[in-house]
């Protein structure tokens, strides 16, 4: 759901910076949608937004704008074999960061302690679910080239969770963690140049940020895994004060809750920098005053 | 008509309320006052309607100035036939569970 209220959150902001029509913020979302949607998705919400304008009550309008944002959000549009194949990736590498999660639960019985474990549980398959979710619209939103360059470009972020796993969150983890973004930047850049596109650039940053969240997960969980982390003499000390018995428990239990974080943080972060990055690029519109 | 269309009562509230049109064009607010429906059901239920052949979109070609054009949907052969059909099998269902309670 953090996720999903993530993407909401992108899209009023994309809304916003498009500027506010005042007619209400379920129709400024609608037209963002429209921007960003296939042309066969964007025909039918130009369809209710005429209908919107030629509405006179207020409340009415107001109702009627709201049911339609509900109708666009919660029905994916017509798929293709982009989609299919995102889908397909983001899906998989969801599938491993259950697996990955379960496999500690099992293998690390200290993880099991108490019962916050369960609802820490219930709260990262929510994560899980919130990003297949937003992954099945996504994947069916905007042009094949900018869902593809934005998903590739979330594959390096692998490469970065195992080096944040290494670091054991030090000065050169931050970095890493900057690193994961900058891939989803460039795509984002690299859609939005050739025509100015931003609704198009949004998308990439989107799946970019989607693709980078799973895949740094996975690959920072399977280094913990792996090695541990080297045990520093700052976390044998923490481990100390703990209170915690099992060493090797404790320390998994402690990447597995920056692994979450990262889960949460990552997509955030590469989608402002996606954003951020269109948005350099992408010339503003010129405006003329009315005569 | 390629996919079958699930019939529900809305589904046969909206085909009913464009059959009752007679072939002319009606646009998203008439339908929703005609079946009581509320936006968010009405419009994937036209897109899905529209997908499958039953009915047929257009934009209005002639708005009111100062307004956008409006969408406006009618129904096709094909959606007279499917309501016809479904219309047909529901009476002869009905008649047949009258004619058990005799």
């Known amino acids: 759901m953090i996720v999903a209220a993530a993407l909401l959150l992108v899209v009023v902001t994309v809304g916003i910076v498009r500027g506010r029509s005042g007619d209400g913020l379920a129709t400024d979302v609608l037209r963002t949608l429209q ?33 339609c944002l509900r109708a666009v959000v919660l029905r994916a549009g017509p798929s293709d074999r982009t989609a299919v194949a995102i889908r397909g990736v983001i899906d998989l590498v969801a599938a491993g960061a259950v697996g990955l999660a ?30 297949l979710f ?7 939103l905007g042009s094949p080239a900018a869902r593809r360059a ?8 692998a490469l970065c969770g195992w080096w944040i796993a290494q670091s ?26 050739p025509q100015a596109q931003a609704g198009q650039a949004a998308i990439a940053a989107l799946c970019g940020a989607l693709s980078a969240g799973l895949f ?7 280094t913990t895994y792996a090695t541990l982390g080297p045990p520093t003499a700052q976390l044998l000390d923490e481990f100390t004060h703990s209170g915690a018995h099992d060493y090797r428990s404790w320390a998994v239990g402690d990447d597995l809750g920056g692994a979450v974080f990262l889960l949460l943080a990552v997509p955030v972060l590469a989608t402002a920098a996606g954003l951020v990055a269109a948005r350099l690029v992408t010339p503003r519109a010129q405006t003329f005053p009315a005569p | 008509m390629g996919r079958s269309v699930r019939v529900t009562s809305s589904t046969l509230r909206v085909m009913k309320s464009l059959a009752a049109s ?8 008439e339908l929703l006052t005609e079946t009581g429906l509320k936006s968010g059901s009405l419009y994937p239920m036209l897109m899905r309607l529209a997908e499958r052949g039953l009915l047929e979109a257009a934009w209005e070609c002639y708005p009111p100035a100062g307004r956008p054009p409006r969408h406006l949907y009618r129904l096709t052969s094909q959606g007279g036939q499917w309501l016809y059909d479904v219309q047909s099998a529901q009476a002869g269902r009905a008649g047949l569970q009258l004619r058990g309670a005799q």
């Open chain 2, 22 to 29: 007679s072939g002319a064009w009606c646009h998203g607010y």
């Open chain 1, 134 to 140: 937003a992954a099945a619209h996504l994947s069916r």
């Open chain 1, 216 to 222: 740094v997960f996975v690959s920072y969980v399977a």
């Open chain 1, 102 to 131: 379960i496999f500690g639960l099992v293998h690390y019985p200290g993880l099991r302690a108490g019962w916050a474990w369960s609802i820490e549980f219930a709260g990262f398959l929510a994560i899980i679910a919130a990003y």
């Open chain 1, 150 to 157: 934005g998903t590739l470009a979330g594959a390096p972020a």
């Open chain 1, 168 to 193: 054991n969150g030090g000065t050169i983890g931050f970095a890493a963690m900057l690193l994961v973004v900058l891939p989803c930047a460039i795509a984002a850049m690299i859609v939005a140049r």
């Open chain 1, 35 to 67: 921007d960003l949607s296939s042309a066969a998705r964007q025909e039918w919400i130009t369809a209710m937004l005429a209908e919107y304008d030629a509405l006179d009550d207020p409340r009415t309008k107001r109702r009627f704008a709201r049911g």
